[in-house]
């Protein structure tokens, strides 16, 4: 009888090990290229590098749907929309856009998309040129629509997934899960 309480228990030490390494594994991101913005028309706007370091995104030429998010990784409420824009990404593949603004060191942009499983193209604002387009808070979410006009501005932290989905489905039209 002891035995199999001493193996009962050894099972059951095993699982939760098993179980919590699990849940501790990291997520990754991706520094990831802009090449898959779609970017018409004449030229005009605030112009800001890719965060890969390879070319730049005119945002008076960007045209959607896409999704653009502004966040600095020294911001909470940045942080904590993440996993919405991450999950709300994997399941429906729209276009979506991260503008890091405000950084200490170039380098933390890129490691705060690395830690928090960002796997989207994102731009940098090297010298705060970006807070006459969307102001000096963060967050901050805009919808823009396929003629390039900017049809919502969520100002703030989103919620939760559903409601970044239910904007998305009222000002882009979109289908999405």
Known sequence: MKRLMVIGIGSLF????????KSALPIRGEVVSCSSI?????PGGIVLPCMDGKGSLNFGLIRGPIIVNVWGSWCAPCKEEIPYFRSFYAKNQITLLGVDVEEAKNSDGSQFVLENGM???????????????F????????FIDRNGKVVHK?????KSEA???KLAQDYLHLVVN
Request: aromatic share 4%.
């Open 14 to 21: 095993l699982l939760g090990s098993c179980a919590s390494q």
């Open 154 to 158: 969520k100002i703030g932290v989103l």
């Open 163 to 165: 409601e970044l989905r």
């Open 119 to 133: 796997t989207w193209p994102s731009v940098v604002d090297p010298d705060g040129r970006s807070r006459a387009l």
């Open 135 to 142: 102001g000096m808070g963060v967050p901050v979410t805009w």
């Open 38 to 42: 779609t970017q018409a028309g004449v």
